[in-house]
């Protein structure tokens, strides 16, 4: 049975929490976005009509529909306020950080976001983001935007590398991140110049299962650095240019991944972004910020709850459960059902995730 109560004293009391980080908004508006990142987790949806069902107030059907969608026109939820509320989620010491994009198209429309991220295990948590007005790759000034920004929260000496796809090159970015102290673990085009070669003379006989790097660092895009090649699982020559020994090198590049895994967590897979029929930059953001949030409360959980009871692996060795899904699990019927449990996940929230293991070289 349903229990609205306990609901609505779920809905006050998350509110609260936000107020704490977030002192310069209304309780009201605070109130009104709980209430939607509620309907979202319930409803797995981003669209309007799905989230309002989830909404329990003393009002027509209609009136809540358009509730949900001032929130996201007029409530001014910036990806700044989204850090304030998910850095304290941080560990200590030293952290990796992930950029990469996400897009996908509503009709010929073209949605296209640059994300930031930090890698917590399996998955990286948006921190900061910029919607882009066009489809295809990033201009570098966003980018450094993205970088600027967050380095005035999390200082240079708590980034341990930045990992990027082999989109993110150009010797002006290069210089940007060697001049902030930050290193850099990025993916090179086989057409890169080398010194004065392209890469891939270098690696022309590379076989599958190799992993080669050359004897010198070289000048790459401005900057000496340590080129290692090996095969991708899909077959592909991956040639990667890094700061980092050979074998970190390799390990860390891996942690790319994670950022694949949080946009299927707020995708097709989990939170269903691609849903949404929202356009406008602001509002896809607001949208993109509470499902990071979203995201950051699931993986939470699903960490907490792996502690208790290991997510099994399947035969390919691979996990048979993603650590959102995990979490989501528990998380959906604790808000659906106004169970005591809420207050558990919610103290969950408010403690830093463990530090993430060593990865083994």
């Known amino acids: 049975m349903i229990r609205p109560s306990a609901a609505l004293s779920h809905v006050d009391t998350f509110a609260a929490y936000l107020k704490e980080r977030l002192p310069h908004h209304r309780s009201d508006t605070l109130r009104r976005l709980t209430e939607v990142l509620f309907g979202i987790l319930q409803a797995e949806s981003t ?50 950080f992930v950029l990469d994009r996400t897009n996908w198209k509503l009709g010929q429309r073209d949605l296209n976001l640059l994300v930031l991220g930090v890698a917590l295990g399996d998955v990286v948590l948006p921190l900061m983001w910029k919607v882009l007005p066009h489809g295809g790759n990033s201009d570098m000034r966003v980018r450094m935007l993205l970088v600027g920004l967050l380095l005035k929260r999390l200082p240079a000496r708590r980034w341990a590398v930045l990992i990027a796809d082999r989109e993110f090159v150009g010797q002006e970015w290069f210089s940007f991140l060697r001049a902030r102290q930050i290193k850099r673990c990025i993916r090179i085009r086989e057409n890169t110049v080398l010194d004065e070669d392209p890469a891939r003379h270098y690696f022309q006989n590379l076989k599958p ?22 095969f991708s699982p899909q077959g592909e020559r991956l040639l990667v240019a890094s700061d980092l020994s050979l074998w970190n090198t390799l390990t860390t590049y891996r942690l790319r991944w994670g950022i694949e895994c949080a946009f299927s967590a707020m995708k097709t897979r989990g939170l269903n972004l691609e849903q949404t029929h929202m356009t406008q930059p602001d509002r896809l953001s607001r949208l993109f910020g509470l499902l990071s949030l979203a ?51 919610l103290d969950l929230l408010k403690s830093p995730f463990p530090a993430p293991e060593r990865q083994k070289t």
């Open 47 to 96: 669209l309007h009509r799905k989230i309002a069902v989830h909404i329990h107030r003393d009002a027509t059907p209609s009136s809540i529909l358009r509730l949900v969608a001032r929130t996201f026109h007029e409530t001014d939820l910036t990806p700044q306020d989204v850090t304030d509320v998910l850095l304290p989620l941080l560990p200590t010491g030293k952290l990796t």
């Open 209 to 230: 299962g190799e992993v080669r790097e050359l004897l010198e660092r070289v000048w790459v895009y401005g900057s000496w650095m340590r080129v290692v090649a090996t």
């Open 295 to 345: 995201l950051a409360w699931m993986v939470r959980v699903g960490a907490w709850r792996a502690g208790q009871q290991p997510i099994s692996t399947k035969k390919h060795a691979r996990p048979a459960i993603s650590r959102a899904s995990y979490g989501r699990e528990l998380l959906c019927p604790a808000l659906r059902w106004g169970k005591t449990t809420f207050y558990t996940y």
